[in-house]
T-cell receptor, first 113, second 114 residues
């Protein structure tokens, strides 16, 4: 099993809809979880971090963490065409890995006007 | 805001050349990372450094070396460039406080080796 798994997509949603992006991870001891957005040809940009079970909201973005089920989700409300990008989930690879992160392969999101 | 800069956005080199990629961060971060990103293979860690003059191999260190003489600067060196090193190279930095922290990326260098 890969350490961090994401559906590669593309996930296509209409403008104004909720986009739901999912990520599963293998290390039960992981404590930190991050979502990055990457536009085509650009570098990843941090958009959310979450450390505790439950939801964390920031504007149109909500991160959801369920440690028992080992998944973390990103919801994007009122999706806009400018949200079209690849979204990367990042998790520490294992306990004691210091400051390393393992990145999932990313989910490509397409928001259609 | 955290700022991570990389010396070049685009670079074209010939096979066998020695290539230097420079990365500078202005947030006094202890940790710096070099990744390469290829279609279908995602982000792969080449090397990282958690302190000046310290370095650790990542998942794919073969054919690369690094140098960190100052805290703000982390260099990636391709000793003898090969065509299979054509890729997007991304530098990142992160602070140290407890467990893993968020990494901040530079704009990337797209390297083509011909």
């Amino acid at each position: 099993q890969k350490e961090v798994e994401q559906n590669s997509g593309p996930l296509s949603v209409p403008e104004g809809a909720i986009a739901s992006l999912n990520c599963t991870y293998s290390d039960r001891g992981s404590q930190s979880f991050f979502w990055y957005r990457q536009y085509s040809g650009k570098s990843p940009e941090l958009i959310m971090s979450i450390y505790s079970n439950g939801d964390k909201e920031d504007g149109r973005f909500t991160a959801q963490l369920n440690k028992a089920s080992q998944y973390v989700s990103l919801l994007i409300r009122d999706s806009q065409p400018s949200d079209s990008a690849t979204y990367l989930c990042a998790v520490p690879p294992r306990a004691g890995a210091g400051n390393m992160l393992t990145f999932g392969g990313g989910t490509r999101l397409m928001v259609k006007p | 805001d955290v700022k991570v800069t990389q010396s070049s956005r685009y670079l074209v080199k010939r096979t066998g050349e020695k290539v230097f990629l420079e990365c500078v961060q202005d947030m006094d971060h202890e940790n710096m990372f070099w990744y390469r990103q290829d279609p279908g293979l995602g982000l792969r860690l080449i090397y990282f450094s958690y302190d000046v003059k310290m370095k650790e191999k990542g998942d794919i260190p073969e054919g690369y070396s690094v140098s960190r003489e100052k805290k703000e600067r982390f260099s990636l060196i391709l000793e003898s460039a090969s065509t299979n090193q054509t890729s997007m190279y991304l530098c990142a930095s992160s602070p140290t406080s407890g467990g893993a922290n968020e990494q901040y990326f530079g704009p990337g260098t797209r390297l083509t080796v011909t």
